[in-house]
């Protein structure tokens, strides 16, 4: 009877270490992901100011870290990406000439080139917030995609959505166009975090990763 015991307790403690292991490689991944695009988490306004001595109890250590990564995943699936066209990036992020006057310009997002009628897919999950037409933009598409992330989608053929709609990661949301200040077919593609302009070439070069976090199983228990 003790021996099945000892040996049902040697097996909870493989069990518990497996998962430990298995959320620790995880975390590991979304962050790397995380850190290549510049995004830091967010402390808890409930965790600052405090402090002690820290203690890490076994069930702690997997409750705390099944919490660590369901927030990581929830903060990945907001973060825009991947490219939402697979095509060629004609004109970069930054400074340039403007390709209508010739004048020096700050251009907010890069610009890539593809045929007329290209799909346009939401490189993270979202909500619409417009849509439209003008002059400049052409037909547009705005995404807020939580945790201060939104994308801008112009010069676009044809939207697909309108305001209020939720979308998913690789969702089509609409087709490359030529509409407004444009030079031909091809979108220009903005991030704003925080409603600063960044960068998308680091954000497209970062391929999306499936994580999955596994289910807790009931016999894994602190021993």
């Avoid at 403690?13 to 995380?34: C, G, M, P």
């Avoid at 405090?50 to 099944?66: D, H, I, K, V």
């Avoid at 998308?200 to 199983?217: C, G």
Wanted: no cysteine; aromatic share 6%.
């Amino acid at each position: 009877m003790q021996a099945h015991a000892v040996k049902q307790e040697r097996e909870q403690q493989a069990q518990l270490n497996a998962a430990l292991t298995d959320l620790k490689q995880k975390s590991q991944a979304i962050e790397s992901i995380l850190a290549s695009v510049g995004v830091n988490l967010e402390v808890h306004e409930s965790a600052k100011g405090a402090g002690g001595p820290f203690t890490r109890r076994p069930q702690e250590s997997y409750e705390g870290l099944t919490l660590k990564v369901d927030h990581y995943l929830d903060t990945i699936q907001s973060v825009p990406l991947g490219a939402p066209v697979r095509g060629t990036i004609t004109s970069q992020f930054g400074s340039r000439l403007d390709p209508i006057n010739g004048e020096p310009a700050f251009h907010g997002g890069v610009d890539i080139r593809k045929q007329l009628g290209a799909k346009i897919i939401a490189p993270a999950d979202g909500v619409v917030v417009t849509n439209g037409f003008d002059r400049g933009h052409g037909n547009f598409i705005v995404l807020d995609h939580g945790n201060k992330f939104q994308t801008s989608y112009l010069h676009l053929q044809k939207d697909f959505v309108k305001p209020g709609d939720t979308v998913s990661r690789g969702q089509v949301i609409g087709l490359m166009g030529n509409s407004g200040r444009s030079t031909g077919a091809h979108l220009h593609y903005e991030i704003k975090y925080r409603d600063k302009l960044l960068d998308p070439v680091r954000f497209i070069q970062v391929r999306p990763r499936v994580v999955a976090v596994p289910q807790k199983q009931a016999t894994v228990k602190a021993l």
